[in-house]
């Protein structure tokens, strides 16, 4: 099983300041890996997929890179909407797993 | 629009059964495959089964194999998970997840439904 590690737990920002969150897997996900962000309350949000791609409707602030183990989602100016809980989940190998999250809150 | 709307979730005694349901609209239903992602209550996501959009080929985390099985009816537009011999550790929120590309294998999930929650508890 592959094991994503997300790092930090808990990011303490201010809005319009810049997020880079970190997601890294015990071995080679290729490029497949995604990014949700979950809100209290609703369900998990597709943000970016394979790596790099932005889903539908997903505002431009929100970039993804990285291959391999290595893995960064970036949001380059906190909006008020954007605190919330980010996942990444791989697609290279079954059983699918997602990482442990990261909590991004108000500073 | 995608709709993914569960149902079927309760609380239930330990070994108990219980079948939960996804009803799908606003896509063609039979060209996507659709999985199971549940989280335990203040918890993280965990993937736990995936169906292929025939049906023919499914996939299970090693914990429920043997005692869940995801089954789908493509003239209903439903996913299903019958979920047996259930324990504390199943307790949780129970989403569908749809497959966010028709090519075989890709797993990611671009619609989630709203969830339902399975409780285990004597």
């Known amino acids: 099983e592959i094991v994503l590690t997300q790092s930090p737990v808990t990011l303490s920002l201010s809005p319009g300041e810049r997020a880079t969150l970190s997601c890294r897997a015990s071995?080679?996900?290729?490029?497949?890996l995604a990014w949700y962000q979950q809100k209290p309350g609703q369900a998990p949000r597709l943000l970016i997929y394979?790596?790099?791609n932005r889903a539908t409707g997903i505002p431009a602030r929100f970039s993804g890179s990285g291959s391999g183990t290595d893995f960064t989602l970036a949001v380059s100016s906190l909006e008020p909407e954007d605190f919330a809980v980010y996942y990444c989940?791989?697609?290279?190998?079954?059983?699918?797993?997602f990482g442990g999250g990261t909590k991004v809150e108000i500073k | 629009e995608v709709q993914l709307l569960e149902s079927g979730g309760g609380l239930v005694q330990p070994g108990g059964s219980l079948r939960l349901s996804c009803a799908a609209s606003g896509f063609t239903f039979r060209n996507y495959a659709m999985s199971w992602v549940r989280q335990a209550p203040g918890k993280g996501l965990q993937w736990v089964s995936a169906?292929?959009?025939?049906?023919?080929?499914?996939h299970y985390i090693d914990s429920v194999k043997g005692r869940f099985t995801v089954s789908r009816d493509n003239s209903k537009n439903t996913l299903y998970l019958q979920m047996k011999s259930l324990r504390a550790e199943d307790t949780a929120l129970y989403y569908c997840?749809?497959?966010?590309?028709?090519?075989?294998?890709?797993?990611?999930?671009?619609?989630w439904g709203q969830g339902t929650l399975v409780t285990v508890s004597s």
């Open positions: 989940q791989q697609r290279s190998n079954w059983p699918l797993t």
């Open positions: 169906i292929s959009g025939s049906g023919g080929t499914t």
């Open positions: 997840a749809k497959d966010g590309s028709t090519e075989v294998g890709a797993t990611f999930f671009d619609y």
């Open positions: 394979d790596a790099s």
């Open positions: 071995q080679s996900v290729s490029s497949y």
